[in-house]
């Protein structure tokens, strides 16, 4: 049986799925609020030769222009892979109060494996993070990419 951040993030996996088919890292990103999705996001690095394309950005800018509002503090940010330094920032900035993500990012995971930034209690706003959701499929996902570009 699915929990709800299992059926969400299954929808973030799709995201990432279709930055996969555009040959981009297959992260994907969304944010919910009241039960409803009110911005989504995949990488796109590559495609709009933009190194702050990352699916949580393009997720937070949706929802911001969704709500009307540069404040997210209503919503849960789901996302296929550990945010980096730069997305774990703009989540704080957003203000967004749960962060839930799938597989952890060894190199450069900045919600809680080289660093932590969305719970540093130094910043104006925590973010409570739940790790590991459908890890396994994510990490799948991002093997095979990687296994592809390096003819594994």
């Known amino acids: 049986m699915y929990s709800e951040h299992e059926k969400w993030m299954e929808l973030a996996l799709r995201l990432a799925e279709r930055a996969l088919d555009e040959e981009e890292v297959p992260v994907g990103a969304l944010l919910v609020n009241d039960g409803q999705v009110i911005g989504k996001g995949y990488n796109q690095n590559e495609r709009l030769k933009d190194p702050t394309a990352h699916a949580e950005i393009i997720a937070i800018t949706a929802a911001a222009n969704a709500l009307g509002d540069k404040r997210l503090t209503g919503c849960t940010m789901y996302v296929t892979l550990e945010p980096c330094a730069m997305c774990a920032g703009a989540i704080v900035l957003a203000r967004i109060p749960v ?14 494996t080289l660093m932590n930034i969305v719970e540093d209690h130094r910043l104006n706003h925590q973010v409570h993070v739940i790790p590991g959701v459908l890890d396994h499929k994510s990490t799948s996902l991002l093997k095979g990419f990687f296994g592809a570009i390096r003819g594994l």
Do not use: H
Not at 99 to 112: M, P, Q, T
């Open 99 to 112: 962060l839930v993500f799938g597989a952890y990012d060894s190199k450069a995971g900045a919600c809680g």
